[in-house]
């Protein structure tokens, strides 16, 4: 029997659900089992993901991609409870598989000996990720959504420790206010249109009455809060930057993909939904979107500057990038779009390898010394007496030399300085922004889209300071604390192929964007998702044979 793309479209799904289930059953103490069978699974994951975007992606742009369906129970639409593969979806999904291979691997030098399940939960959270990204129907969002978040609990308290337990349980009470909200919002949208079908609801959201519009509203509004929360948008992000600087290394790097979870939700609903009706891109919800992603930008920038240790720097990019999605989502527009993704890829990377790295360059490093250094420097404090003599043409050992060229790719990558595709990305937005073809339709360009180019170049500046900041006490003049960090090869590898993806994407920024634009325009113009969805045709069962 051949396989069809519409049965790998549940494999995703499968894999690490069986994967992870499997390794309850075995011992911890065998851990190189375990990491075994999570490598193998995560490898497949991979190789699926690339089969599965291979697959959406055609060169006929009007057609809006190949659109695989499958239909569980085999129910027809819209009453099936269904998965669906297009380009975003597919992207996303070997976005995670590209981030999870080498977390995973990095991890397998201390971290998963750290505690128990490690493996287990890894594994779940890849589940929770890839179902989030290909379900068709809301519920089964929201229930995607709570396995992706019950993985995650373990991950952030792996390894305990008590900053670890308080930025934990205070992340475990902001999601589950977050879950809270999101079925809340499922409820009144169901209660209003009678499906929770995302392309059903596509066809049934226009033809609500006024009676009904303001409890429409109002459950998708409570649903845009509880994604809003886990994007991290200002004033929703006060729990991010402390969860990811205080996480575990491979868990921080994979809840890089996790705050996009949001934005993904709320790009594909927002245009799947309200897309089509003139007045979004002036409405409430593209402005709340638009202003809340400036001023997400605005937050993480001073957060950079005022962060005295990486993690929390790290932690405050994140917010950065969120903002940057967001404002673009709010600006309504393709080309827009097609940047931003770009972006998401790019940054979403960067800010992975970061985190991995992060916790290289902290070993060898006394944390409160160097707090005490940034803020000595801060207040213009200087030790007048060290004799620099002593130091004059030290060799600079390959461990540091290694860190320090991963560091400068990283802090490239998140500047936006070319040429890689930090800078790309940001130079697609902005010239989509201000292309003729856009200004040609309206009389004057909006000052939101200044306010954005001005946001964009200054967090890149503050970014810029900080990490050379950074980058010159870890790196160029070290305390007298510190010691040269014991660094596995197993470790240092993920972050150099997370690094040199970032360096594919520059040298295929041709074909990339194309696809990202081809992504865009089947976002604006949802009409193939739809049709595709609805029109899903069911199995026929097998012919019986007559015995005569």
């Given at each position: 029997m051949k ?20 390794q309850?059953f075995?011992?911890?103490?065998g851990r ?16 699926i ?12 742009e ?5 659109i695989a ?17 297009d ?13 999870a ?23 779940l ?8 990204f290909?379900?068709?129907?809301l519920f ?5 959504f ?37 079925l809340?919002?499922v409820?009144?949208?169901y209660g ?24 429409l ?6 649903l845009?809060v ?21 996480a ?7 809840f890089?993909?996790m705050?996009?979870v949001g ?6 609903l927002?245009l799947l939904?309200f897309?089509?009706?003139p007045?979004?891109?002036?409405g409430?919800?593209?402005?709340i979107l ?38 673009s ?8 779009t ?6 998401l ?9 970061l985190f991995m790295?992060i ?8 944390l409160?010394?160097?707090?005490l250094a940034v ?10 007496e060290?004799?620099n003599?002593?130091i004059?043409g030290?060799?600079?050992?390959r461990?540091?030399?290694?860190l ?17 595709s930090?800078?790309i ?6 010239s989509a922004?201000?292309s ?6 309206i009389?004057?360009?909006?000052a ?6 001005a946001?964009?170049?200054l ?5 810029l300071i ?6 010159i006490h ?7 604390d ?5 660094v ?11 690094l040199?993806t ?7 920024a ?5 696809f990202m634009e ?11 998702y739809?049709?595709?969805?609805m ?5 026929l069962?097998p012919?019986?044979?007559v015995?005569?």
């Open positions: 396989l069809s793309p519409e049965h790998l479209v549940i494999a995703p799904i499968l894999i690490p659900l069986i994967a992870g289930a499997l309850l075995l011992d911890d103490r190189k089992l375990k990491a075994s069978l999570s490598i193998l699974s995560t490898v497949a994951l991979l190789a993901s690339v089969l599965l975007l291979r697959f959406t992606h055609t060169d006929d009007a057609s809006g991609g190949k369906v499958y239909l569980l129970g085999n129910w027809p639409p819209p009453f099936a409870i269904n998965l669906v593969l380009r975003l979806s597919a992207m996303m999904l070997a976005l995670t598989a590209t981030l291979l080498p977390t995973l691997i990095f991890s397998m030098g201390r971290w998963h000996k750290a505690g128990v399940h490690f493996h287990t939960l890894f594994l959270l890849l589940m929770g990720l890839n179902g989030a290909l379900t068709g129907d089964n969002l929201f229930v995607f709570e396995v992706m978040l019950a993985a995650s609990y373990g991950l952030v308290l792996h390894g305990s420790g008590l900053l670890r337990v308080k930025a934990g349980l205070h992340y475990i009470a902001i999601n589950l206010v977050a879950s809270l909200l999101f809340i919002g409820a009144l949208i209003v249109t009678g499906t929770l079908n995302m392309a059903d609801l596509a066809i049934r959201i226009p033809q609500i009455n006024e009676t009904n519009q303001t409890m509203e109002s459950g998708a509004a409570i845009s509880a994604f809003l929360i886990k994007a991290g948008m200002w004033p929703l992000s006060f729990w991010l930057p402390e969860t990811y600087a205080v575990p290394a491979p868990s921080a790097a994979i890089a993909i705050s996009k934005i993904y939700v709320l790009l594909r927002a939904f897309g089509s009706d007045g979004f891109s002036e409430p919800g593209a402005q638009l202003y809340g992603g400036l001023a997400t930008i605005g937050f993480g920038t001073v957060g950079v500057l005022a962060s005295q240790t990486l993690g929390r720097f790290a932690g405050f990019s994140v917010l950065i990038s969120s903002g940057t999605l967001l404002a989502m709010g600006l309504v527009q393709a080309e827009v097609a940047g931003a993704l770009f972006y890829v790019s940054s979403t990377l960067a800010i992975s390898a790295l916790e290289l360059v902290e070993r060898g490093q006394n409160a010394a160097s707090v803020t000595m420097e801060a207040f213009g404090y200087q030790d007048e060290i004799e003599e002593e004059v030290v060799a600079i050992p461990t540091i030399a290694v320090g060229t991963c560091f400068a790719a990283c802090a490239i990558l998140l500047v936006g300085l070319p040429p890689l930090g800078f990305a940001k130079f697609v937005i902005l922004i201000f003729p073809d856009i200004a040609s339709q009389d004057i360009i909006p939101t889209s200044w306010w954005f180019m946001l964009l170049i967090s890149g500046l503050a970014t900080a990490m050379s900041r950074s980058g870890a790196f160029w003049a070290p305390s007298v510190t010691t040269l960090p014991r596995l090869f197993i470790e240092i590898i993920p972050v150099a192929v997370l040199c970032t360096l594919v994407l520059t040298i295929q041709g074909p990339v964007m194309r081809a992504t865009a325009i089947s976002l604006h113009a949802p009409q193939p739809i049709e595709g969805v029109n899903a045709p069911t199995m069962p012919p019986m044979e015995v005569e």
